[in-house]
Structure formats: C-alpha cells, structure tokens
C-alpha cells in the first residue's frame, strides 16, 4: 500500500476508535472528527522521509528518538512550504503534537498495519504470519478499551474474502 491509502484507513480507523470510545463505550474522548483529521497527517513526514519499518524504528531508545527528531525536522519543513496563513492550521496534524489524539491515532495505525498483514494472509503471502501475531500483540497491549472492542467486534470481516461478505 501507498502512504494514502494507509494514510486514508487509518482516519476511518481512528474516526471509528473515537466513536467506539464515546457511543459505544460511554468513555470521554476527543472530537472522532478531529482524530480523523489527525490520523490522516499522521505519516506526513514520510513523504520528505520515506518509511522506515517498525523493526528499525523502534530497534532502540536511541534509534527511535533519533527518528522522532527527523519526523519533526521533516514536518516543521513540510509547514514552511504552506502559506503562512494555513501554518498554525495544520501544524498539530503534521508536527503529531496533540496528545489528546494520540492514543486513538497510534491504535488506528496498529490497527491498519494489522490489517494490512491480515489482507496479505488472505491473499496467501504468509511472510506476514509473524508480523500478524506480532501487530495484534501489539494492539491487545495498548490496554485501549476501545481497541479490544474493535478487534472483538469488527475484525473478523477483514479476514472475509469477497464471496463471504
């Protein structure tokens, strides 16, 4: 997948994460509109940056909060090329700043990546087997209520194939 289509699943992925959390759950939550926002700037950055896998990226303190530095490096370069009129609108989106956001954002993006790997089973690659049981380890210990009823309520049919929907 590109980076809009990730980019683009992810903000349906956190717009429902947000409403899950307040109509289903009954739990304070950020505006789902405003998550949506944020989550589809959350990889803004790679587009001067490029991707680099979750492996790499999280290898070692150092190496993550190197790369977090080249994010925002990235993002702030990003914002200069606006007008400086749009600047301060888009800012929290492209710099990942709001922390309110972020756990709904950082659960869209797992989420998506589990997906991902779920589509790419389906389709009969099992090189994503390990980062499958991976990426779901990975959501189940967010401990994010709204995660756990995501995956116990509305994952299944991504596991369906065009014929079973």
Known sequence: ???????????????????????????????????????????????????????????????????????????????????????????HDVLEDDEALAPIVKGADKLSAHIKCLEELKAGNLEFSTASAQTLSALEATGREEVRWFLDNCLEPFTRNLDQL
């Open 1 to 91: 997948e590109n980076i809009a289509e990730h980019s683009y699943q992810t903000a349906v992925l956190a717009h429902a994460l947000a409403l899950i959390r307040r109509d289903v759950l009954k739990l304070p939550t950020p505006d789902p509109d405003r998550c949506a926002v944020a989550a589809l700037y959350h990889d803004a950055s790679e587009i001067l940056t490029g991707d680099l896998p979750t492996p790499i990226k999280y290898y070692n303190p150092e190496i993550k909060t190197a790369y977090k530095q080249v994010e925002r490096v990235a993002g702030e370069r990003l914002l200069n090329m606006l007008p400086p009129e749009l600047r301060a609108s888009y800012e």
